[in-house]
């Protein structure tokens, strides 16, 4: 049986997302390694990719407000790489999403992390910037979106259409 065959994918509550900060450690470095903790922590909803009852890895999601959802991030323990657990998470939250009525989804990546932004363009995610995005819902709105998603200098931000 392969790692895709034997994989489910759970929501994890909030009681017991700590058990999977071991998979951010792995991850993360620095900045990005504290607010995954943090976000672990507080966002409404993380999936967590189970093989054989062990974590493989993790997905963070966020409705950004009406028809808007949003994954913060999308981690995979070392050991599980390369097995495309990353793509299963990806499209069960695409799948989340447009179970829950959201038409667009946005993720952001380092500019220099070419595997995340793969990974993304595998599900037809696309560059986009903060003029499209005020184009769309208005400058303050945009703004607001780009506040929760705290898209920081040295990050590009991609979009989908559920649709």
Not at 6 to 33: C, H, M, Q, T
Not at 103 to 108: G, K
């Amino acid at each position: 049986m392969t790692t895709q065959e034997n994989l489910a994918i759970i929501d994890v509550p909030k009681g017991k997302r700590a058990g999977l900060e071991w998979i951010l450690g792995e991850s993360f470095e620095g900045w990005y390694l504290m607010h995954s903790k943090r976000t672990l922590r507080d966002i409404e909803l993380v999936r967590a990719a189970m093989s054989s009852g062990k974590a493989a890895g993790l997905v963070m999601l966020k409705t950004l407000g009406e028809g808007v959802g949003y994954v913060y991030y999308i981690a995979v323990a070392k050991a599980s790489r390369k097995k495309g657990i990353g793509k299963r998470l990806l499209e069960d939250a695409l799948r989340h999403f447009k179970a829950s009525s959201v038409v667009e989804v946005f993720a952001s990546v380092e500019e220099d992390n070419k595997p995340s932004e793969a990974l993304f363009a595998s599900e037809r995610f696309t560059r986009t910037s903060f003029g499209e995005v005020s184009k769309r819902y208005g400058g303050l709105h945009a703004l607001n979106m780009y506040r929760e998603m705290l898209v920081v200098p040295g990050e590009i931000l991609l979009r989908k259409a559920t649709t």
